[in-house]
């Protein structure tokens, strides 16, 4: 798997380091060893990771094409690399799906059933159910003068339909778009044999092509191909300018689905007359055409994932543990008392994190409830313990992040139902996203105000919590929970953060603090001492930070960093980055903590952070970074969140000089040595005896 190869002593491509990240996790779509509805979910993933590329990240290389300019570090030939790296990818995408998956699948007894395939049983079901579910919800529509191209939204399913003869008014328009309403189902099942051991679905797609001739009655159908175009959907306000955020995102919102075109695919068989109409009305250059061998929307694909019962063909279910630190039924106050708490997720139940909020909800004595709010969930358990925390009359304040990519309209909607009950509702800092994850916790004990807090690296979502990896940290130490109230204020109010003991806090001093530290293990190497830097973050990717680790690396620091997605820095380049060894581990689970150790001679600094290494994480937003202090947890730490994954050599993959990747384990495996699974080893420590 390879990337475009670094300039002497420069940077590896991000563009190309995202999409190489997205190779690794094809990767465990082809490997046997993962259940069968797995692989296709690894798969979705991949289709749902690339939408986002394209969302996100595409408008600038497209932009620098079109008018065949540098901007910045993208060229039009940038441009072509990227382009084609994502050719690649989605070619061998649907090669897996039909060469691998589709044929296991139904050999397991799933069958997804063509329409030459279908039995004359089948299709009389499938004309039934078109007829009476579908077509009724069909709006063909006829291009010609006064019947512009329709609107398209984005990644929605459409079918772009040539048409021979002419219309009811004698004219010879000849293209005629149809969209699929996003209510109908992706995947139906065909009612089956009462013999018969194989489950048949069609897909929508499949459906509506066999029976597109019945919505144009009298013309005939002789080419179509279904298509989605995906959009530009970063939300861009000017915050400066505008009087009420809230109100600026929901506009926004509304807008999201219509911007500028960036991908379109189409079947694989669709003719040149149809692509290159549909590559006119979106002005989009051939290299943003795909031709694909199935659905146009993998990710669509969960659906069939979702009604398949057959648990022998999924990851056998994991249930988590209580943490090991916590004595069900305990109160965390007392608990507290004694000494921080380490919660690591998902090995270790969120479920935890609710129950301290819950206590504290409940508690007669606590006073008030500071919580930031990113991303929680379509549920919300948490907003709505923060509601009924209001309606028994305690002090609740949230900063909800309503910039939280693809979560703006959920967030705006918890704020919204938080306001309604009375809590005090702020946004943040202008101009930055808040990204720290903190609840504070206010206390009446004996006369005198006690603060409790709860830290984490992931959010406060309990749908991901039992997905991603994660630190939460819970804690009574004073110096600790005096910076958070100092930054709950500082947020609210904007006045000038203080100089905070313990934290170091985003956009202020927590870059400065790293650079730092970068050059205090510098300092010690240079020394002779013993210089050591050990990452594990989900992307690297700020400059500074990069080249900090370069110059550490020449002056002699040994630097181990565990990057699960993009990253600039190449590792092992003679003279360069000769001390850097960089790996990604891509497993079951979502690597998400971010956990940073310095030696620099006698001194040694654990941290957790709510930050990756990115430049926006650094400078544009609101994030913290703790330091673990207590001996017993920052072992626990090193032990769980670092050597554990350093030594995996089942789902880690090692970053090449030229920015290629090479699994950790090819060579390792056979005989009497099985490969070493971080994930696994955790999962069975930690998962529920019960």
């Given amino acids: 798997m390879s990337t ?20 690794r996790v094809l990767d465990l779509a082809r490997r046997p060893a993962v259940p069968m509805l797995e692989r296709l979910r690894y798969l979705t993933i991949v289709s749902s990771n690339l939408d986002e590329f394209f969302e996100v990240r595409f408008a600038p290389q497209l932009a620098a094409f079109m008018a065949n300019e540098q901007r910045g570090v993208i ?15 989605v070619d061998l995408q649907y090669l897996i799906l039909n060469e691998e998956l589709l044929p296991i699948l139904e050999k397991r007894g799933v069958k997804i059933v063509a329409h030459s395939e279908r039995t004359p049983v089948q299709r009389r079901w499938v004309r039934e159910y078109f007829a009476t579910e579908v077509q009724p919800l069909l709006l063909p529509v006829g291009l010609d003068p006064s019947h512009p191209f329709p609107q398209v939204a984005n990644k929605s399913l459409n079918f772009i339909v040539r048409l021979a003869g002419r219309d009811a008014f004698g004219r010879e328009n000849e293209v005629a778009i149809v969209k699929v309403p996003r209510s109908l189902p992706r995947y139906l099942r065909i009612p089956g044999m009462r013999m018969s051991k194989t489950a048949c679905f069609i897909s929508i797609s499949s459906l509506i092509r066999s029976h597109l001739g019945d919505l144009f009655p009298g013309r005939t159908v002789t080419e179509f191909s279904q298509f989605r175009v995906t959009r530009h959907s970063d939300l861009a306000v000017d915050e400066e300018e505008v009087k009420n955020l809230r109100t600026a995102m929901r506009l ?22 149809l692509s290159d109409f549909l590559l006119q009305q979106f002005n989009l250059p051939p290299e943003c055409l795909f031709r694909v061998s199935g659905p146009v929307n993998l990710v669509r694909m969960t659906q069939l994932i979702d009604l398949l019962e057959l648990p022998a063909l999924r990851f056998e279910p994991y249930l988590p543990g209580w943490p090991s630190q916590l004595v069900p039924g305990q109160s965390f106050f007392e608990r507290l008392k004694k000494g921080d708490v380490l919660i690591h997720q998902p090995y270790e139940s969120f479920d935890a994190v609710l129950a301290f909020l819950r206590e504290a909800v409940e508690d007669p004595q606590v006073l008030a409830i500071k919580q930031t709010i990113y991303r929680t969930g379509s549920k919300g358990e948490m907003a709505e313990l923060l509601r009924e925390a209001v309606r028994r009359g305690k002090e609740v304040t949230a900063v909800v992040e309503l910039k939280a990519r693809f979560d703006e309209e959920a967030n705006i909607n918890q704020a919204e139902r938080l306001e309604s009950v009375g809590a005090q509702v702020v946004y943040g800092i202008v101009g930055l996203k808040t990204h720290a994850k903190m ?7 004996e006369g005198r105000l006690v603060r409790y807090a709860h830290l984490s690296t992931g959010n406060y979502n309990p749908g991901t919590a039992r997905l991603y990896t994660d630190f939460s940290y819970l804690t009574a130490d004073e110096a600790l929970t005096s910076d958070l109230d100092h930054v709950f204020l500082h947020l609210a109010s904007q006045s000038r953060l203080p100089k905070l003991h313990k934290v170091l806090a985003a956009p202020f001093y927590l870059h400065k603090g790293m650079l730092e530290r970068i050059e205090a293990c510098v300092a010690a190497a240079k020394q002779g001492l013993e210089a050591r830097i050990i990452l594990k973050t989900n992307a690297l990717t700020d400059e500074p930070l990069a080249r900090a680790l370069a110059h550490a690396s020449q002056a002699g620091v040994q630097i181990d960093a565990i990057v699960r997605g993009a990253c600039i820095l190449p590792a092992g380049v003679p003279g360069y980055t000769d001390n850097v060894r960089i790996r990604s581990v891509i497993g079951r689970l979502l690597e998400h903590s971010r ?10 600094e654990l941290w957790l952070s709510s930050a990756d290494w990115m430049n926006r994480n650094m400078l544009r937003r609101v994030e913290l970074a703790w330091p673990v202090t207590d001996p017993a947890l920052r072992q626990r730490v090193m032990e769980e969140g670092i050597h554990q994954y350093l030594h995996d050599s ?10 290629s990747y090479a699994r950790a384990g090819m060579h390792q495996g056979r005989g009497r040595n099985p490969l070493h699974s971080a994930q696994t080893n955790l999962m069975t420590r930690h998962g529920s005896k019960g």
Avoid: M
């Fill in 439 to 445: 609840l504070l916790i206010t206390r009446r004990e």
């Fill in 75 to 89: 060229t039009a030939q940038s441009f072509r690399e990227v382009a084609a790296k994502v050719h690649a990818l």
């Fill in 4 to 23: 475009t190869p670094p300039p002497k002593h420069g940077f590896l491509d991000r563009d190309q380091s995202i999409l190489a990240f997205n190779e």
């Fill in 595 to 604: 956990v940073f150790y310095f030696r620099y001679g006698e001194h040694e």
């Fill in 252 to 273: 926004g919102l509304q807008h999201r689905h219509y911007g500028q075109a960036l991908r379109l695919e189409v079947s694989a068989g669709c003719s040149e007359f």
């Fill in 650 to 659: 089942r789902d880690a993959w090692l970053l090449q000089p030229d920015g």
